[in-house]
């Protein structure tokens, strides 16, 4: 105990030398903190190391982390991430810029655990889940602050920022209500962007099939202390079948404050969407249309006092407008505008009997809307538009929580709890416990075990939602669940992964069903009670720090099998029961010239489940979905401080659905140029 509290003691401290005031890799979502003490630290677990031309004399540069100066949590208080009892994967920088990708949804296809089911291409909409939950059932945070949105899950991944401000993706899998609150049920997944610099400039432009382009400028500078970044984006395309054109629009801004009394960060951004929905939400209706904005802004101060105290301020604006004729828009339209505003205090202290955090948060959700919620006495007026808000729902959620970290020789013990009161389900107080153990066989080998439960609390269109296909229910009561977990972790300098087994049973859960077919209505209702029961492996080698620079930088395998079953009804699921039960992804990242990389993904995923095939807009039977391989590939050439690249997904034109009805892209073709200056 007095050993490893020691080491704690050592790293308490949060230091930068060289770098200057840079913020590099706080890892805020799970309250993690970086201690770097050299420019070059060994880098072999998070990510694969690539030469990255960046300098004007062209030389590689390798940006390499030791693991050991790297404190993380997967937990309210902070640990090293050799340490945490949790499965977190880590998308970093380099990969995110050779993936053969634009989008964020895109990136995402390649974790095992993570399951996109895309209406529209390149970040149009996409349903997202892990370890077989829901849409609704994963928490998205945007640099450590929750930006779900209440109305539906279909919107969480409206985000302001475009994939080249990211920095990282960070997705922990399992219940994580004792960190985040609710809605973490299933997982949670936080992007965070990058970080401000003093004096950078960067452009960029795509173009391909479908009519698709992509225009990106970003910079950074400082004025005095403080650190500025403003970046925006404009994305468009013809859409590869009728009724699938877009286009997306996105501002960002974030700057920093250091000093030695600790860190204000603060964001804001603004996202605007525009699509054709083609049988988005009904096959019935295949000339749907959607747009929606999302304004957001947050504050953040931490300090580096011995009491860490980390206060958060927070409000996100969503605007929804879904017309079910797009050349009739009079005919059948819904208008929905959520606001959400909240504030949360996080705090925890290193003592003797090893690290004690607390903190608690008051947020509240709010809709407006001509269909979702209670009506109003008197209507609202909607701005640019010829109508009316008629409905309305406020709900305020209040969290609370305590977790210790205790040290013994090898072993790590950490237990918690969140305590929640949602305003209007007339529940009470509920309390979420959890608790996670690793053990050190060696500096290689760790075996870890967790056990945690979690809540998500029903979206306002689960509750409320009436239209031509669904009908709402404003009687459901919050999902629940609860996982158990275990496996091993393993680290060498050319090789690291995991294996896990995990069990959750989840109770209450929410989903449109109807009985047969034949039924119009798809009702909303807390219909089961789903086991799951799976495994997970993740290998990953870096052949060229073991073999040579003539082998590939990284060769990765990933796979993940879940086999749900339900213990009640036989109904008609739109959602739960269709989860994936095997996917496997591999990729390889070989420099194959000096600043010439290729990165090749491949994915297979076989679903369970069924879904209503509809021909000429009517139902023509149950139809189980068919599994299938899909293969991603890009060229990227860099020399300071150009890069260009070309890049193909679905590269074999396959025919794939992720949703009933909705077909997928065949093969995209894209090609793009960035300057990326840096200025001393």
């Not at 300098?493 to 109770?507: A, D, S």
Request: glycine letters at 8%; a neutral charge; one cysteine or more.
């Amino acid at each position: 105990m007095k050993e490893k509290f020691q080491k704690w003691k050592k790293k308490e401290c949060l230091t930068f030398k060289k770098w200057g005031r840079k913020n590099f890799s706080l890892y805020s979502t799970l309250r993690k903190e970086v201690k770097i003490s050299v420019l070059s630290v060994a880098y072999f677990l998070l990510a694969p190391v690539f030469s990255v031309a960046m300098e004007p004399d062209t030389s590689a540069v390798k940006m390499e982390y030791d693991l050991e100066e790297i404190e993380v949590s997967a937990s309210r208080a902070p640990a090293l991430y050799s340490e945490i009892a949790r499965v977190l994967s880590v998308i970093e920088s380099q990969e995110i810029e050779q993936a053969p990708v634009t989008s964020v949804q895109d990136l995402l296809e390649y974790v095992a655990s993570v399951d996109i089911r895309q209406r529209g291409a390149e970040g149009v909409q996409a349903d997202i889940n892990t370890r077989g939950g829901t849409f609704d059932q994963t928490l998205i945070l945007l640099n450590g602050i929750n930006i779900t949105d209440p109305q539906t899950g279909h919107h969480n991944l409206n985000l302001p920022v475009s994939l080249s401000q990211i920095e990282r993706i960070e997705v922990l899998e399992g219940p994580a209500a004792r960190i985040y609150g609710p809605n973490a049920f299933s997982g949670a997944i936080n992007i965070v962007t990058k970080q401000p610099e003093d004096k950078t400039l960067s452009a960029r432009i795509d173009g391909g099939s479908y009519g698709y382009f992509n225009g990106n400028l970003a910079g950074s500078f400082n004025t005095g202390k403080i650190d500025h970044l403003f970046a925006g984006n404009r994305k468009r395309s013809d859409g590869y079948i009728e009724n699938t054109d877009f286009g997306i629009s996105n501002l960002f801004y974030s700057g920093q404050l250091l000093s030695e009394a600790g860190k204000l960060s603060v964001q804001t951004g603004a996202s605007e969407k525009g699509f054709g929905a083609n049988s988005f939400y009904s096959a019935v209706y295949p000339n749907q249309f959607e747009r929606t904005q999302t304004i957001f802004s947050s504050a953040k101060w931490e300090s580096f006092s011995k009491l860490h105290l980390t206060p958060v301020v927070y409000w996100r604006r969503h605007f929804d407008k879904f017309l079910l004729f797009r050349d009739n828009p009079d005919l059948y339209k819904n208008h929905h505008r959520t606001d959400v505003w909240g504030a949360n205090l996080n705090s925890w202290f290193l003592w003797e009997g090893g690290k004690t955090a607390f903190g608690a948060e008051l947020r509240t959700e709010k809709i407006l809307s001509n269909v979702l919620g209670e009506e109003l006495g008197e209507p609202v007026g909607i701005r640019g538009e010829d109508a009316f808000y008629t409905h309305s729902k406020t709900r305020r959620i209040a969290s609370v929580f305590f977790e210790h970290v205790y040290y013994l020789n090898d072993w790590i013990f950490s237990a918690g709890a969140m305590a929640n009161h949602i305003s209007d389900r007339e529940l009470g107080w509920n309390f979420f416990p959890g608790v996670d153990l690793s053990y050190q066989f060696s500096p290689a080998l760790k075996m870890v075990a967790s056990w945690n439960t979690s809540l998500r609390m029903p979206t306002f269109t689960d509750l409320y939602y009436s239209g031509p296909t669904n009908i709402g229910n404003p009687d459901l009561k919050p999902e629940r669940s609860q996982i158990w977990e275990g496996g091993i972790k393993w680290n060498t300098p050319f090789f690291k992964g995991h294996l896990t087994g995990f069990f959750n049973r989840g109770r209450n859960i929410i989903d449109w069903v109807k009985s047969d077919g034949d039924q119009e209505l798809w009702q909303s209702m807390n219909h089961t009670t789903i086991n799951s029961r799976g495994i997970e492996i993740n290998l990953q080698y870096f052949p060229n720090k073991h073999l040579g620079t003539q082998w590939p930088n990284k060769i990765q395998f990933s796979y993940l099998y879940n086999n749900q079953t339900k213990e009640q009804g036989e109904l008609i699921s739109y959602y739960v029961l269709d989860n994936l039960r095997h996917k496997f992804a591999a990729s390889v990242n070989q420099e194959i010239l000096k600043n010439l990389t290729v990165d090749l993904k491949l994915i297979y995923q076989d679903r369970e489940g069924n879904f209503t095939l509809y021909q000429n807009q009517k139902p023509a039977g149950e139809t189980p979905y068919k599994p299938f391989f899909l293969t991603d590939a890009k060229v990227l050439y860099q020399i300071y401080p150009l890069k260009i690249y070309v890049s193909a997904n679905n590269l074999f034109n396959r025919t794939y659905f992720d949703l009933g009805n909705i077909a997928q892209p065949g093969r995209w073709m894209k090609a793009g140029i960035l300057f990326d200056l840096k200025f001393n």
